[in-house]
């Protein structure tokens, strides 16, 4: 799980960058205030990166899909991206777990025969 969950985080690393990017085409925007805000959001998805299988590590990820798509009321684009990654996000969740499920079983499976061998 640790695996796909901190590659969807990368992910929104570099597409926060972007965002940022564009939102700084907006005038009406302060640089400043966009990128204090880009880039609380780029160090959170990193740092989520090493908590994922921490308590809370899941919620803040899930706190982090919300702000990106909230994220779409600066630049519209991000609600379709917010929408994109909070599904990415999920399936991480989803079939990260069914992976480690998997590996434990083959695990338990490969030392029961092992030891009885």
Known sequence: MRTLCASTLIGEFFVVGFA???AM???ALDPGAVWAVCGVLMAVSVLLCGMITRPGGIAL??????A?????LVVPIMF???????????AS???GRKIDE??????AQSEAGASSA
Do not use: E, I, M, N
């Open 20 to 22: 940022g990017l564009v």
């Open 102 to 107: 998997a590996k434990a079983r083959w695990a």
């Open 93 to 95: 969740l989803h079939f």
């Open 80 to 90: 379709f991206l917010g929408a994109v990654f909070g599904g990415l996000w999920w």
């Open 68 to 72: 990106l798509v909230l994220s779409g």
């Open 61 to 66: 990820g899930w706190a982090l899909q919300v």
């Open 25 to 27: 085409k907006d005038p």
